[in-house]
């Protein structure tokens, strides 16, 4: 009986770990070129719900159902794939895949450089883009009609309905090929449309813009769209009534919020006995850690005349106080005054 009990308790924390990281809450399925990949337990309770779900609305509609949850969890797992793909290209470590509800989730550690940040997160994207091409070219090339891939992306049964064979058939194979091709196309555009962590759309963006303002700058700015966008996603969801793009944009906006809360206490790290800096505003953290144009002048300034001041001490050594001109003995006039006020 201890043995069972022990057993059964190692396989539970095998799943939930020490239960305190909900999304630590799941099941291995295997491990491929060291990247291992795991479902979260959420994500097959969601799965079973949908199944069920179709199964109570049309019998038949189980087996359709069935299709289009493979055909899905294997085009986000391709896309992640991506993900850990271009992050090894760049020189990164990628090693774990979480698939849950609301997506796929990578672990990718690129190195600290806006440009393989940006590769990174861009081979996610590029799968799907290449996958809807060659799909696409296929569905054409079998049905010998464009418009089952050129349609109103809005009203999916459009292009769905001209996706049929010459007899105007739809054998089943066809609705697996379209339906793939329609989830690549979705896919991509939902993860660049919406500027909002974890999409890729909001770490793109904040790669672009670390090339241009810094990787602070560009992380304030990021987070500060990915609440907005977080805000408007809710309010679509609410609108169109889908459940799961209300739970992504809450989870875009928490995680927006939770990140720009470290951003301001970080600045609390640098000094810890600077409490009021944990009581900033973003614009004056910003003014506290970047120098202003002003103060990059007087740097400069400082710079160049701490060089002129050891050009002169170096001509005094070699040639003697009687080699200086009258402006070099003013600028060393200057200099002994100053040290001896500090």
Same mark, same amino acid.
């Given at each position: 009986?201890?043995r ?8 539970l924390?095998r ?7 909900p999304?630590?809450? #799941? ?5 491929a ?5 795991r ?9 079973a ?5 179709s ?8 087996m359709?159902q069935?299709i289009a949850?493979?055909?899905l969890f ?6 992640e794939y991506g993900h ?8 990164g470590?990628?090693?774990?895949i979480?698939?849950?509800?609301l ?5 990718c550690?690129?190195p600290n450089?806006?440009r393989a940040n ?7 994207p ?6 809807a091409?060659v ?11 464009v418009?089952?891939?050129?349609f109103n992306?809005f009203? #999916? ?30 896919l991509?555009?939902f993860?660049?449309?919406v ?9 793109t963006l904040?790669?672009?813009?670390w #090339? ?29 009534n889908?459940?799961l793009?209300?739970a992504?944009?809450?989870?875009g906006?928490f995680y927006c ?6 951003l301001?206490?970080?600045a609390v790290?640098e ?5 009021a800096?944990?009581r900033?505003s973003d614009?004056e ?10 103060d990059?002048k007087r740097e ?15 001509k ?11 402006g ?8 002994s005054a100053?040290?001896?006020g500090?």
């Amino acid at each position: 009986m201890t043995r069972r009990g022990g057993t059964s308790g190692d396989a539970l924390r095998r799943i939930f770990g020490d239960g305190e990281n909900p999304l630590g809450w #799941a099941l291995t399925l295997y491990t491929a070129w060291g990247i291992r990949v795991r479902v979260h337990i959420f994500f097959l309770l969601y799965i079973a719900f949908e199944l069920l779900g179709s199964l109570v609305r049309d019998s038949s509609g189980i087996m359709f159902q069935s299709i289009a949850m493979f055909v899905l969890f294997g085009t986000v797992l391709l896309h992640e794939y991506g993900h850990c793909i271009a992050c090894r290209a760049v020189k990164g470590d990628a090693d774990d895949i979480l698939m849950w509800p609301l997506g796929g989730l990578a672990s990718c550690r690129p190195p600290n450089t806006w440009r393989a940040n940006l590769v990174t997160v861009i081979g996610g994207p590029a799968v799907n883009v290449v996958l809807a091409l060659v799909l696409g070219a296929a569905i054409v090339v079998i049905t010998g009609n464009v418009g089952a891939v050129v349609f109103n992306y809005f009203n #999916a049964s459009e292009g769905f309905g001209l996706a049929t064979l010459d007899e105007g058939i739809q054998p089943l194979w066809l609705i697996v090929l379209w339906y793939w091709f329609y989830v690549n196309v979705v896919l991509f555009a939902f993860n660049m449309l919406v500027p909002m962590y974890p999409m890729d759309a909001g770490r793109t963006l904040h790669a672009v813009l670390w #090339a241009r303002m810094g990787h602070r700058r560009a992380t304030e700015v990021t987070l500060t769209v990915g609440l907005v966008a977080a805000g408007a996603l809710t309010v679509l969801a609410i609108v169109t009534n889908q459940t799961l793009l209300i739970a992504l944009a809450l989870f875009g906006g928490f995680y927006c919020w939770q990140q720009k809360q470290q951003l301001r206490f970080a600045a609390v790290a640098e000094d810890p006995y600077d409490l009021a800096a944990a009581r900033m505003s973003d614009r004056e953290l910003r003014t506290r850690s970047e120098p202003t144009r002003a103060d990059l002048k007087r740097e400069k300034r400082e710079r160049e005349h701490r060089r002129e001041v050891d050009r002169i001490l170096a001509k005094i050594k070699d040639e003697g106080m009687g080699a200086l001109t009258r402006g070099e003995k003013k600028t060393l006039a200057r200099e002994s005054a100053e040290q001896r006020g500090r």
